[in-house]
């Protein structure tokens, strides 16, 4: 990467990405009349108070419900939504306030693909364009060797025989395939780095694990770094070496995969571990304790934001907010309960 | 060109009624185009010149087919080359509204905020006015002639091709495809013009169809009024105003006829508007 | 099959039930010769993915395919009534009373300019005119109790609710006249996992107490193989696979049924090597001659290319259409 002006920060050569206390508040459209009456703003806090690092080959999980903050965390790391509070850096390089010449440098290293296979391509762009299309945008390679790199990276995601896909318009491609469009779209700058926001949920069940094991093979082949965003936490299992769960813009706990599944501590995490379906009928079922609904992120509960529904909230969980602390070595949580 | 045109045709009328629609509205227009383009070789009289011995307001027959006018001139000859003003003027309006219509609204509406709010408040402000009376208010103003007409039409509807540009504008930008363009680094002109615009193509032709067959009707009007153009220049908007004058001395052919024309022109554009908006629509849906 | 005819009659009978598209681009075979029983209290799983048939089968039990489907095939007899012969008073009586059906997006299903107490009125007192406003309020809140929602709701609109609620809202109406099966067509798709577990929880609390039927249509297989009595497995609109859950777990015997199992994560297992099923969905519009699955299955033989093969049962209560069991009786 060319050399950026940015602040270098503590060293860690294995680290890819750090976001530290990253916020992004979405102010609430208000009426005209409120707006005259009340004085105070509202915000949608999608995202408050994120921090954590990303090392270089893994694949870290953000999971969590719907509305916890965790593809707004994605776009973040991106710069396609500008952070309220908090620093991103890439390669200990700063790139929150980079400036947007600076960091379309950056752009070809972090990429990102989409939930939706039907909308993540442009509709009047046959795929070979598409997929090509960022090679122009950079003057990279245009006519003769543009074509070749689109062919190169078509075989790659296995899209063959790829002249044949080349000419075709998304419609006229499967879910599966536009994912692997999408994500040819991707890899053709060479990014180090691949945001994936939920990338198989709106694919077949019985084709997911054809873009999951794709995904992990590129990994292997290109040296790729993902943040892995999903609701599912059977498919996170699968896929993650690190997990972090959000609720309500905050993470509740983070850790190696093995040690989270297996010993979760956070209430919430443990929570949505009794509630993910198994595929065994003979499996006994314990209904959750929890009790309510999400609330909603314009009114953030006090103290610890998840006290509302806990089964073992207590009186400092109203008044204080835990911070994300190391129970093991690897292992964070925020909660009252371990940090007696 | 017929060897491209006529499988065009058959994968048009394999749409059911829209294709079909499509095609006798083109049908329509085109008929009306080329006799317009042919008419001064197919013309039995002269159509502007006024004989010296009129035979005035005589009944439609073998010799005129739709009559005289009052002046003695042959109605039929005006018919077959009275269409060209009414082409000139909507199709000149089009071209102004796309030129300036198309390029306001993709950019307003891209670029969000107090320039969206005060464009459209500009827009909003012209659609207010009945077109009708606003085109003759600015007709009134710049003078006679095709061009006037055109520029009057023009100016009454940019505010639909905003409307229709800035709604499309707005629901794509919110796409994650646009969002992609963005994470690759693309410049927001690049977007606009590569990500944005083929897709509000479907919707600027439906207006654009809309917008023909109201400039014809629109340019009637104006003629009816006076803001036309000269007498010279053989016209179905004057053989209306000078028909519906003659309505009461019986002589209903002067104005039927280039009324039959002038609907029928409209209503050509009309149904290719019909027609294209419902093939162009749903195939993107897929 | 044929067993089953000496035991007292099942609460819902379906055979052979085909339904037949008719779209611009050719002919629709949506759900063929589709034939199951349901149970007083039973759950039945039907589990499928895009192209399964699997909406299309429980809109037709209530005699709802949308145009341009058509049942061109099969008979339905609940209660000894056959659906599909009745007059259109009777089917409407059918609908939302003795089989009701919970829709998959609760977001749309409910009108937004009605506040839910008038749902529930309009529901009740359509089938039962001579209800009063008043009492039809005082049912709807007691059944907001049973599905766990504060009775004060009743007064809002659909709007004010989250998607959780709204979807207990739709079971409250579905309930709301006490059938005997309630159908519920991707109940939990749009829904977060933990209000899943609480919605299908609350399915089942209900079953026990009131002892209707449920018939569970969704593309998770998870979820069918824990809470289901039996399943239904669709592919292309057929019936593939049907089995008790148990029996469908431990031998599961369709390539397709082993397929699906395969390649869904499962987080009691400590390491796991999931494989897809190769190939794409099917195209229903040209769908392969002989058995529907041939293209994607790894036991193809050659009979499998030219003949689809008939449901064969491979042991009690058992069925599998596949010609690798064309040693066993077909049914």
């Known amino acids: ?340 | 060109m017929l060897s491209s045109i006529l499988p065009g045709l058959s994968t048009l009328a394999k749409r059911g009624l829209a294709g079909w629609l499509i095609i006798i509205g083109a049908i329509f227009v085109a008929a009306i185009v080329v006799m317009t383009a042919i008419s001064p070789w197919i013309v039995p009289y002269n159509p502007t010149e006024i004989p010296s011995s009129p035979k005035i307001l005589a009944q439609p027959s073998t010799q005129h087919l739709f009559g005289t006018n009052d002046l003695g001139q042959d109605v039929f000859s005006r018919v077959l080359s009275g269409g060209g003003v009414m082409l000139q003027v909507s199709i000149l309006s089009v071209i102004v509204c796309l030129a300036i219509g198309v390029p306001l609204g993709l950019f307003a509406s891209y670029a969000g905020g107090a320039t969206d709010r005060v464009v459209g408040l500009l827009m909003d402000s012209i659609y207010a006015f009945p077109g009708l009376v606003l085109a003759i208010a600015i007709a009134a103003m710049l003078g006679r002639g095709v061009v006037n007409m055109a520029l009057s039409i023009a100016v009454v509807y940019i505010p639909s091709y905003f409307r229709v540009i800035r709604s499309q504008v707005l629901s794509i930008k919110e796409m994650s495809y646009i969002e992609a363009a963005n994470a690759v680094g693309a410049k927001n002109r690049t977007i606009l013009t590569r990500y944005i615009l083929p897709n509000i193509v479907p919707s600027i032709v439906v207006v654009a169809t809309v917008n023909f067959a109201d400039a014809i009707l629109t340019a009637a009007g104006l003629t009816f009024i006076g803001l036309g153009v000269p007498v010279t220049i053989p016209d179905w908007g004057q053989d209306l105003t000078n028909g519906q004058r003659l309505l009461t001395s019986g002589a209903w052919w002067v104005i039927t006829f280039p009324g039959i024309m002038i609907i029928l022109l409209a209503l050509g554009f009309t149904l290719m508007g019909e027609g294209l908006s419902e093939t162009l629509n749903p195939r993107l849906e897929q | 099959m044929s067993g089953e005819n000496r035991e007292k009659p099942h609460l819902l009978t379906v055979n052979n039930l085909t339904v037949e598209y008719w779209a611009r681009r050719g002919r629709i075979r949506a759900v063929e010769d589709v034939s199951f029983s349901l149970d007083k209290g039973e759950t039945l799983g039907v589990v499928g993915e895009s192209g399964s048939g699997k909406s299309t089968l429980g809109l037709s039990l209530i005699h709802l395919v949308p145009y341009p489907g058509r049942i061109i095939n099969g008979t339905i007899i609940l209660e000894g009534q056959a659906v599909l012969k009745l007059g259109k008073e009777k089917t409407r009586d059918l609908r939302g009373r003795r089989v009701s059906y919970v829709f998959q997006d609760p977001m749309t299903s409910l009108n937004p300019v009605e506040r839910i107490k008038d749902h529930f009125v309009e529901l009740i007192r359509t089938h039962e005119p001579k209800v009063t406003k008043a009492d039809a309020i005082t049912r709807a809140k007691k059944l907001f109790k049973d599905v766990g929602i504060q009775p004060e709701r009743i007064d809002d609109y659909p709007h004010q609710l989250s998607g959780g609620m709204r979807q207990r809202v739709m079971i409250a109406l579905a309930l709301a006249l006490d059938p005997s099966i309630v159908i519920a067509d991707e109940p939990t798709t749009a829904l977060d996992v933990i209000v899943q577990a609480k919605i299908l929880d609350l399915l089942k609390t209900l079953q026990d107490r009131y002892g209707m039927a449920l018939m569970l249509i969704t593309h998770d297989l998870s979820i069918v193989l824990e809470r289901s009595d039996k399943i239904i497995v669709m592919y292309a609109g057929r019936i593939v696979e049907r089995a008790p859950s148990s029996t469908l777990y431990a031998q599961t015997q369709h390539p397709y049924s082993q397929g699906l199992l395969k390649s869904i994560p499962n987080i009691e297992l400590a390491e796991q090597k999931l494989t897809a099923i190769g190939g794409s969905p099917p195209d229903l519009l040209h769908p392969p001659i002989g058995c529907r699955f041939w293209p994607r299955c790894p036991y193809i033989m050659e009979i499998c290319k030219i003949k689809e093969p008939p449901l064969f049962e491979t042991s009690v209560d058992h069925l599998v259409r596949c010609h690798l069991y064309r040693g066993e009786k077909a049914s």
């Open chain 1, 1 to 340: 990467m060319s050399p950026v002006p940015g602040r270098k920060s503590k060293l860690n050569e294995t680290e890819i990405i750090r976001v530290e206390h990253l916020k992004k508040y979405f102010p609430v459209e208000k009426g005209f009349l409120e707006r005259l009456l009340t004085r105070t703003k509202k915000y949608v806090k999608a995202v408050d108070d994120a921090s954590f690092s990303v090392q270089r080959g893994e694949v870290f999980t953000l999971a969590g419900e719907s509305g916890c903050g965790k593809s707004t965390t994605g776009k973040l790391i991106l710069r396609l939504v500008s952070p309220t509070s908090g620093r991103v850096f890439f390669n200990q390089t700063d790139i929150t306030d980079m400036s947007k010449e600076a960091f379309r440098l950056c752009r070809r290293r972090l990429q990102i693909i989409f939930q939706d296979p039907y909308a993540s391509l442009n509709p009047r762009m046959k795929i070979g364009r598409a997929v090509g299309h960022p090679l122009e945008i950079h003057g990279l390679a245009k006519g003769a060797e543009e074509k070749e790199r689109v062919v190169e990276i078509l075989q790659r995601v296995g899209l063959t025989p790829p002249e044949q896909f080349m000419g075709l318009y998304p419609y006229q491609l499967s879910g599966g395939q536009r994912q692997r469009a999408a994500m040819a779209r991707a890899l053709i700058l060479a990014p180090e780095f691949i945001v994936a926001d939920e990338p198989v949920s709106m694919i077949d069940v019985s084709l997911r694990t054809t873009i999951i094991d794709l995904m992990l093979e590129l990994r292997k082949d290109l040296g790729l770094t993902y943040l892995f965003i999903t609701h599912d936490l059977a498919i996170a299992k699968y896929i993650s070496d690190r997990i972090a769960i959000m609720y309500l813009g905050k993470i509740v706990e983070m850790g190696e995969k093995q040690e989270i599944f297996s010993n979760p501590i956070h209430p919430y995490t443990q929570a949505l571990m009794v509630a993910i379906p198994v595929p065994n009928p003979k499996r006994k079922r314990t209904s959750s304790e929890l009790k309510g609904e999400v609330p909603s992120a314009i009114n953030i509960p006090s103290g610890c934001r998840f006290h509302t529904r806990c089964p073992y909230a207590e009186e400092k969980c109203k008044e204080a907010e835990p911070e994300l602390i190391a129970v093991k070595p690897g292992h964070l949580v925020a909660c009252h309960r371990t940090q007696e």
